[in-house]
């Protein structure tokens, strides 16, 4: 009796079933608590990831982690990830180490096995983000169909398209100089 006192009121649901409540724009259910990668959806995007755009090195590290949401406190799994972009020559053009940039930080996954997140801005508003890994069917070596390629879309978290409020600092760092909007980009697992 205990066990389901304790256990009344609280209900644990998948990512999948909140990305079906997400993708139909349906509430969750009031009882839900927790969100948990129960079927490993997300060990398909943790790792190093690499691609180039305009001569420039693309690296992101994705990983995993368990977050409580501050205004509904509901527990659950996502993935974030830091970010370093380097010129032809080595040279950091920016990352995520920057203070006014910082990681990108999930928000929910897709019915369709994507990934979205959110990427701070200096110069702008934040950018969203779209992730999608996939396997190289022209890969011999991934028999075991491992996901070694990741689709990388920049979008507007405008519905009105890539505006941005440019910030009166001059000197600020905006990655979305580096980065194609609207555009897929293709990154391989290192």
């Not at 909140?18 to 079927?39: G, W």
């Not at 992730?131 to 991934?142: A, R, V, Y």
């Amino acid at each position: 009796m205990l066990l389901f006192v304790c256990s009344y009121g609280q209900q644990a649901i998948s990512l999948e079933q909140r990305a079906y409540y997400f993708d139909n724009d349906l509430d969750l259910p009031s009882d839900v608590t927790e969100i948990n990668d129960v079927n490993h959806v997300l060990d398909d995007f943790l790792g190093t990831w690499i691609g180039t755009y305009n001569g420039n090195t693309i690296q992101i590290v994705v990983e995993y982690e368990r977050h409580t949401n501050q205004y509904s406190n509901i527990t659950h799994d996502v993935i974030n990830f830091t970010y370093v972009i380097k010129d032809s020559n080595g040279n950091e053009l920016v990352s995520s180490s920057d203070p006014e940039l910082g990681r990108a930080y999930g928000l929910s996954y897709q019915m369709d096995g994507s990934y979205r997140l959110e990427l701070p801005d200096a110069c702008s508003q934040d950018i969203s983000i779209v992730i999608l890994p996939f396997h190289d069917p022209n890969s011999i070596t991934n028999s075991n169909m491992l996901k070694t390629k990741m689709e990388f879309a920049i979008l507007s978290s405008n519905f009105s398209g890539m505006t941005s409020n440019e910030s009166p600092n001059l000197n600020c760092t905006s990655v979305a100089s580096y980065l194609p909007y609207f555009k897929i980009l293709i990154l391989d697992k290192q």
